[in-house]
């Protein structure tokens, strides 16, 4: 049986190799993520708005954050969408799909095919998403109108958009919680349930008093997914309307405002570090759940 090497042990060609795998992916990370995260920060401070060198911009402390809070007319309705999205997500489409992945573990026929039919929205981006119910919500050729009648424009009546936004998002997020909860069921213990099932407990007793609290891990991951991709939900909103008449939210403001007609990079990057610390915020209440799951 061949002994595990230690680095010492490794060839001069090995050490090479092994040194490109651990220092391209950590460039690769510092250039795509870090890099730009640290820059936008930085620019929040400034007034740079693009046009010129960077040298130019000038510091201005925290007047974009003041701005933002006190004079953008946006910012507090997009808060608002955000934070109607993120309770959607999680008390709706969540518990949806994980009430799907507990009728196909049970194995029914066909759980296959329903299980690639769910899944399948999860692998289409959010835009191809918009498009595909735009065949749904168009006010002419739209499924909804030809079978009831209306004449409801749903993607751009701003009494609507925000809700039918929220129906297609959570047509794709219920299949990636489907999975993940799948994969969490088949991973208890049967032992767990036949103790429960000797005791007496129903099948509901049994999955919310043994099953549920076991998947914690589960759960944890599911809900910083679910408020991380509700405060950067851009995709869909950008395309029905690029964010305008009532579907604000944070991530089409930041782009309206970096890559906008407006072009102010250090306005945009004041809303983009807010997001930023939000998500950050719950980032770092999991990686303290998984540290002390380690521990």
Do not use: C
Not at 54 to 61: L, P, T, W
Not at 137 to 147: A, K, M, P, T
Not at 225 to 239: C, H, K, N, Q
């Amino acid at each position: 049986m061949a002994k595990y090497k230690g680095i010492n042990q490794l060839s001069g060609l090995d050490r090479v190799v092994v040194g490109l795998m651990v220092v391209v992916p950590t460039l690769l990370v510092v250039w795509l993520v870090w890099a730009p995260a640290i820059g936008s920060v930085l620019l929040s401070f400034t007034n740079w708005d693009g046009v010129g060198p960077i040298s130019d911009a000038k510091f201005i402390g925290i007047q974009n954050y003041r701005d933002v809070v006190s004079i953008y007319p946006p910012f507090w309705p997009a808060v608002q969408h955000n934070l109607i999205w993120l309770a959607v997500m999680f008390l709706v489409a969540t518990p949806f799909g994980m009430f799907l992945a507990v009728l196909l573990d049970r194995e029914l026929r066909g759980t296959r095919v329903y299980q690639t039919a769910i899944y399948l929205p999860v692998v289409l981006s959010l835009a191809l998403v918009g498009f595909i119910w735009q065949l749904i919500y168009s006010r002419d050729q739209g499924l909804i109108n030809q079978v009831t009648g209306s004449t409801i424009d749903w993607y751009g009546d701003p009494r609507y958009n925000l809700w039918a936004a929220l129906v297609a998002s959570s047509w794709r997020h219920v299949g990636y919680v489907m999975l993940l909860y799948l994969a969490g069921l088949k991973g208890v213990d049967p032992s767990l349930r036949e103790a429960a099932k000797v005791d007496g407990a129903n099948e509901r007793t049994t999955f919310f008093k043994v099953v549920f609290p076991v998947m914690a891990p589960i759960n944890i991951i599911v809900l910083v997914i679910t408020v991380i991709e509700s405060l950067r939900a851009f995709d869909l909103a950008w395309v029905i309307n690029k964010g305008r008449n009532g579907l604000e939210l944070l991530g089409t403001l930041v782009t309206s405002n970096v890559v906008g007609e407006a072009s102010r990079i250090g306005f945009g990057s004041a809303i983009a570090t807010i997001m930023l610390v939000l998500s950050s915020f719950f980032v770092a209440l999991y990686i303290r759940y998984i540290m002390r799951e380690q521990q």
